[in-house]
Each structure stands twice: as structure tokens, then as C-alpha cells.
């Protein structure tokens, strides 16, 4: 746990020392470090993230901090998230081809990353508060959920490799940690580092003051700490995702965990649900209409590829323990009915997950910029209020919200009713 | 993985010899082995078991076996098990005072415990085919399960030690494969191993046919095998718990996991449901019902001990990171409704594993002595039928059964029912 003695922060004067002896580097983008030009690109909370150009071509290089950037070195956070960040972008990269970037380069000892530099991405939350529209956006991701999460569960993987790699994974402990208490416990009393806008005070105070949606809350809490289900990105929201106009990928798992299938899930819609509530302060009249009832079909897309690649990887790939042939077309009967409960609670959770995430990212500390980009603090107030009440009524209702056009219904409704 | 090259079973003749320098034995039973008086008591599966008798005392001596007893030597187990029920003795040992038997010495290459001798103890599954009464034994096993459980999972533990304590337990991946094959899977295909009382046929069929409660089964599994709440005994029935008219204890944890917390709770319902299924083969008239419905009242001071611990768990050694007192009690707020909708999802989890572990011990490989010892092979069948149909009840309707009374009626109605 402690930081290695090797262990120094990066610095764009230093790198090209440092990594002109790094064959991944040198390889892919030239071998001279004077010909580089290194830019300090993070705008993330916990680490150094660098691109590097040379010559020959471009990489990313990131690096952990010790300790977590958005409160000055008083938190420390363990560097061996790069190692976990380092397993889990090659797990996701062999579950879901294509979708994350690769890794050239791993140092355990520098907690550092060498990968794939993506352009011209943009980091999707930008683009949902900028209007931009991503072609097969819900397609991507719900094909990107579905086949981690199916792949890494007992559904697909050898019982063996599974637990093992659960044991790897239990050794992370400080990262699901701040998940546990910053998305699921924080909203919910006075925190210290809680913040949130003034004027939601009353309806704060309603949130805090109902018991059954702390106690469902808390129940998620001990789904998503107990539960090994498969392995979850565990932090995917539209600033872990960058597309261009029609090519998306997943960034950033160092939050990756065993968790339910459907966390990831649930914690994207939430983002797109609060990309969808953020949109007036946004958008003139002319176009908020059709860009927020894009948002809903990407919702809608997510939702309906999630199922349907679930389906497929179901009749295809099921070649874990669970739920074998052998109990059913062996015996020439249907599982159709195991798959479809199943994935009807995998969308319950979700459901719960999303609307915790949509609580958090407004009172808890790590607040997102479809909101904090609003100068308008009276009007910010009002849509993060309709975000508030929607996401306690996922959490209180989420059981019986059954299909997508609920959901959409939900947040349309949401969208035109003034609870400040 | 591999047996460790100084391995070597003990036998009775060589064990004076080769403990006689383990001050944990020599000190507790004398220093002279030819004194020593040596019995192989071993009935398991798994194990040798030795009493071993000194002047000054006696100590029982366990060694697991590199196979599975019951079948020969043709599956192989790791030895490591051992390992697993020494580290799950001590902690059941620190959360239940006075429930397990005293660990004296552990030798990991040996794979050998020597522990406190339990006399006049005897298997409590003997005693309830003899019709023996055990004076509390209810209060005393819902106290376990319930203490075990609370004090286990994070509900009470620091989230860092619980997490560490899944990545030890992780290790273990064999002795889960087995219950997870043998208790949730095999009972509901023509599974190799399988047997089942002849006349059974028509009622084995039709559950085999049902997609429902093989779909309920699997989530089951899917359940135990992805799930970390607490760490559970994971065998916990009647063979695993020894008595005196008065006194209890539980034995051989080998199969201790991470699992759910009302896994433990509904194993042991399983068991006592079936000694009470079968007791019509194993008393008179005279004696039947009363039997029979102190059996019922077993299950109840079970149900009932088990919930007034948690209760009192809840009030007293909550200090874990889920249902933390900040959201609740120290805003003046009751935990009441979240506790008790917590402790309904365990019953109905526990409800769930019952009918399945009552299905798994009548059609699987590891059948029990209630039923076993029956030589009138109709009558057997007729008895398991009974048996058979209400675990499907409960795999079925466990949501649906509300109340122990509710329970004790569906045991008391089948009780009377013939199938075949």
C-alpha cells in the first residue's frame, strides 16, 4: 500500500528522459525525446495525464498521484490503482474489442500507463453539454456493458479464473471505499465535503428526512460492496467515455471492481439522465427539444443494445457455471424466462444505482459540469431539483419502473415540473 | 494447490509418535504416547478424525485427506481446506464465545487441527433420528447464525479488514465448486453423481421439468457463489452440529465462505424440516407428533433468536459502513423500517436455500441419515416426496412465505400429503 521509493511524479520537462529508454514509447512515436512535444493534459482529480507527440506518432501517458488532486495531498489514494486501472483495460479490451484504449506500456513501480492516444475524441460530456450528437452511441455502450459484464461473470468465465481474479481485486480496498461513502452515504446526511447549490435546501432536506430511501440506498451500498458478479468499470460516466461523431470509447477504469452486472449501467444513464436535466441551460428553444429527446434515444439505444447483446452472449457464450445448458437445452427446454427474470433484475439495480448516481453528483463532493457549467444559480437549482426527485424515485420505485418508455415517460415528466 | 511433500495421513498406530512433540496436545493430554489411547472416529466424507484419550485429557485430532472419502480416491480436494476451517474456527470462535470447539494447534503442511474434545456430545443428527430433545437449542443456533452473520460482514466489521478477508478466502476455490455443483446445480438434471429412492421417479421428473424453479435455483447459486455479506459456516447442517441434552456446538466449517448472510440460516432449516419429514419412519404413534412438533419448535426459536440478535446487533455493534447511525439515529431518525426490510430479505433468501439444500440431500450425491436409515423403501420415497414438494414450494414462493407460522403450516400441510 505504501508508494514504492522509486515512485516520482512525472513532469513535461522530465518525461522525455524518462521514457526514451521505454521501447513502447520510443516504438510508436520516435526516438528522440527532443523532438516531443509533451503537454499536461489532465483535468481529472487523481492523476498526471500527458500527451506525448513525437515524430512517428502520439501516446497517452498517465500516471497516479498519491493522493487525490481535487483536495491538495490531504486524501491519499494508493498508487496501485494504475495496477488495477492496468488489469482492468486489458480485460475490458479482450470482453469488448475495440472499446478502450490499448495499453502499450505498464510501470507498476511509477504507478504509469503508457496507451493509445485518442483523437479527435472529446470527452462525451463536453460534447452532451456542447449539443454535439454522437452517431451509435447507445449501441456502443450498451454493447460495451453488456459484453463486460456478461464475460466477466460466472455466466461466461471458468469458476476458477473468476475467483481468482476476485481475490486480485479484493486487494483494492481504498478505491471502492470512496465510491462506497461518496456516491451512497454522503448524499444522504451532512458530510463534510458535501456541497450542493443554495437554493436546494428543501428539498435536500425532504431526501434526508425519508427513511425508506435510506434504507433502499444503503441496501444498494451493500449490494455494490458485496457482490461479485463480474467485473464492473465501476466509474462510467460521460467524462470516463470519449467519442468523435460516430466513434466512441471507454476510458479510465481505475475504479474497476467486482460488482452487479447491471452497476455500470445504472451509473450511465444516470449521467445521461442529468445531461438530459442540465439541457436548458444549455440550449436555446430552437434546439433543446430535439437535443434532449436525442438524449432519451441514446437512453433508449443503451438500454435495448444492453438486452439485446445480453441475449445473444446468452444463446452464444454461456459457458460458465450459471444457468448451464445441461438445466435446460440439454433437457430440450427454453431458458428464455431464467434470462429474461435475470435481466429484469439487472435493470432494477440499474435503475437503483442510477438514481443514487444522480443524487450524488449534486450533493456529495464530486459534483459534474452539466450543472456546475450553469452561471445561473437560480436556474441551476431548478433543474437540479428535477434531477433530485427523479433520482429518489428511482431508488423508491425502481422495482416497478419495467420498461424503457417508463423511464423516458419519467424523465419527460420530470423535465417540465418545478418542484423549487 | 499441490498436497505438500511432507503430507502423510495419520493412522492411529503412528499418531502417538508423530504428536508427541506438540506441547498444544502434550500439555493438555500427557507427555507419554504410549498412553495414549487412539480411536479413528472419522464418519465424514473428507477427513480422518481421531480421538485421542490421554491420562491428563483428550483432544480430537482432524487431518483433511487429499479425496473425497465418499467416492475414493478419484477426486481429488485440496488440503488447503484445512487451512480455511482453522481461519474460520477462530473467527467463529472470536463472534460466537463458546459456540465451536477450541482450537489448540494448527499444522498447515499437515493439514491437522487438534481441537477441543466434545463429550458427551453427540451428532445432533443422530439424536433427532433417536428422538432426543435438545434444550435450547433453537435460541443457541439462531445466536449463531445471527452473530456470525452480523459480526462478519460489514454491517459490523471495518470495510478494510472485511475486504481482506474476502481476498484470503478467495484462495479456496474447490470446496465452493462442490456445493455449488452438487447442492444448487445436480439435484435438477440426470447429473452423474446423482441417485435418488426408486419410487421417486414421477416427482423428480417434475421438477426437472420446471423451468421456473430451475431458473429460481440458478439465481440462488448465482447468489451464494457472487455474494460476500458476512462469512458463513457453508455446511450447516445437522451433521455439522454436535449436542448434549443441553448443550450445543458447531462443528467442521471447512466449507466457510464469503456468501449471503441468511445462506447459513436456511441450510439449517433444510435439515431440521427434513428430520421432520422423516421421523414418521423413525417413531411410533406414541411419540410422533409431539417429536414432529418440537422439531417445528426448533425451527421457530430458531427463526425467532436469529432475529432478536440481529436486533440487538443492529442496536448495540452496528459500526460497520452500511446503515451507518449518521443517516439515521443521529438525525433523530429510526433505522427500524431499514433493518427490518434488510432482516425479510435475508428469511427470504434463507427460505430460498432451504428448498433447495432439502432438494439437493434426497437427489444429489450427499444424501442424509433421516432419510437414509428408513429400510422400507415406499415408505422412504413417500417421505422424501413430502419433503421434495415443499423445498419447491420454497424455492418457488419464498417471498411469498411471510411468517415462521406460515412456514410451520406449509411443513405441517405436507406432513399429511401424499404426492406419490
Not at 112 to 120: F, H, K, N, Q, S
Not at 138 to 162: I, N, P, V
Not at 265 to 291: C, K, T
Request: charged share 25%; net charge negative; glycine share 8%.
Amino acid at each position: 500500500m505504501d508508494t514504492p521509493v522509486q515512485y516520482r511524479p512525472l513532469t513535461p520537462e522530465e518525461l522525455g528522459a524518462r521514457l526514451s529508454t521505454v521501447a513502447a514509447v520510443t516504438g510508436r512515436i520516435g526516438t528522440d525525446p527532443d523532438t516531443w512535444e509533451v503537454r499536461e493534459v489532465g483535468d481529472g482529480n487523481l492523476n498526471l495525464v500527458f500527451i506525448v507527440e513525437g515524430p512517428e506518432g502520439t501516446v497517452i501517458v498517465k500516471q497516479a498521484l498519491p493522493y487525490v488532486r481535487l483536495v491538495g495531498d490531504s486524501w491519499p489514494l494508493p498508487l496501485y490503482r494504475a495496477f488495477f486501472e492496468n488489469h482492468a483495460l486489458v480485460r475490458q479490451a479482450a470482453r469488448a474489442p475495440g472499446s478502450v484504449p490499448e495499453v502499450f506500456h505498464f510501470d507498476e513501480d511509477q504507478a504509469l500507463i503508457v496507451m493509445e492516444y485518442l483523437a479527435p475524441h472529446k470527452i462525451l460530456r463536453r460534447k452532451l453539454i456542447d449539443g454535439e450528437k454522437v452517431e451509435g452511441l447507445g449501441a456502443f455502450l450498451g454493447e460495451f456493458c453488456a459484453r463486460t459484464a456478461f464475460r466477466g461473470s460466472e455466466l461466461s468465465m471458468k469458476s476458477a479464473d473468476k475467483k481468482k481474479d476476485v481475490g486480485l481485486f479484493a486487494g483494492n480496498v481504498e478505491i471502492p471505499a470512496i465510491t462506497e461513502a461518496l456516491v451512497f452515504t454522503d448524499p444522504y446526511y451532512d458530510a463534510e465535503m458535501n456541497h450542493h447549490t443554495e437554493g436546494l435546501d428543501p428539498v435536500v432536506r425532504e431526501l434526508r428526512a425519508n427513511g425508506v430511501l435510506k434504507a433502499k440506498a444503503q441496501r444498494l451500498l451493500m449490494k455494490f460492496a458485496s457482490n461479485t458478479e463480474t467485473m464492473v468499470h465501476g466509474d462510467l460516466h460521460s467524462g470516463s467515455i470519449m467519442a468523435t461523431g460516430s466513434d466512441t470509447r471507454v476510458i479510465d477504469p481505475e475504479f474497476a471492481q467486482y460488482g452487479p452486472l447491471g452497476f455500470d449501467l445504472g451509473m450511465l444513464i444516470a449521467n445521461f439522465l442529468m445531461a438530459y436535466f442540465s439541457q436548458p441551460a444549455h440550449r436555446g428553444p430552437e434546439s433543446l427539444d430535439d437535443y434532449q429527446e436525442w438524449i432519451l434515444e441514446v437512453i433508449a439505444g443503451t438500454l435495448s443494445a444492453f438486452e439485446a447483446e445480453f441475449r445473444q452472449l446468452w444463446k452464444t457464450e454461456r459457458t460458465g457455471m450459471l444457468y448451464p445448458a445441461a438445466l435446460f437445452e440439454d433437457q430440450g427446454q427454453s431458458s428464455d424466462f431464467a434470462r429474461d427474470t435475470l435481466l429484469e433484475e439487472i435493470r432494477t439495480d440499474a435503475f437503483g444505482f442510477c438514481g443514487i448516481e444522480m443524487h450524488r453528483r449534486t450533493l456529495s463532493l464530486a459534483h459534474n459540469a452539466d450543472f456546475e457549467e450553469i452561471g445561473d444559480k437560480t436556474l441551476k437549482s431548478r433543474l437540479e431539483a428535477r434531477n433530485l426527485i427523479m433520482g429518489a424515485d428511482l431508488v423508491l420505485k425502481a422495482h416497478s419502473i419495467n420498461t424503457t418508455e417508463a423511464l423516458l415517460t419519467l424523465a419527460r415528466q420530470f423535465n417540465k415540473k418545478d418542484v423549487l
